[in-house]
């Protein structure tokens, strides 16, 4: 167990998570004005009514990428005030988070992509995964909090 401010680990994962936060943010601020692009355009393939389910899963995408890279930012900051947190639990926690970052949005964004007859694409599979691990990253970060 070691202190997060001086222990370079510590600092190598915070600075990762600071980083993976603030360029996916921008990423996902970026998705969002394409969003608004092809809603200003009033393009069929996003508005017309045969494409509710990718509108809607593609909204998700954006704001879960948009919230996770937020708690990316957040988990970063955390890491120098969580004194004590096990190096293989603060690591698996990093692991995870990452990963949700990666499968949750992605997934949304997939299933939006191929859209069968109302009903989301298989990418939408990716989600659960991503949740569950977000939901380990939470657990673990939470109780390494003293």
Not at 28 to 54: I, M, Q, W
Not at 72 to 99: E, K, N, Y
Request: include cysteine.
């Amino acid at each position: 167990m070691t202190n997060g401010s001086r222990d370079p680990e510590a600092e190598r994962i915070r600075a990762q998570h600071m980083r993976l936060g603030w360029w996916s943010l921008l990423v996902f601020l970026c998705l969002g004005l394409s969003l608004e692009a092809l809603h200003g355009f009033k393009l069929p393939l996003y508005l017309d009514v045969s494409n509710d389910t990718r509108r809607l899963l593609w909204t998700l995408a954006h704001a879960h990428g948009a919230l996770l890279s937020v708690v990316h930012v957040v988990f970063g900051l955390s890491i120098p005030a969580m004194i004590g947190w096990q190096d293989s639990t603060r690591s698996l926690a990093s692991r995870c988070l990452t990963s949700a970052l990666i499968l949750m949005p992605l997934g949304f964004f997939l299933g939006g992509v191929f859209i069968h007859e109302g009903d989301p694409g298989l990418g939408v599979l990716l989600v659960a995964p991503g949740g569950l691990l977000l939901a380990i990253a939470v657990f673990l970060t939470a109780r390494g909090v003293r």
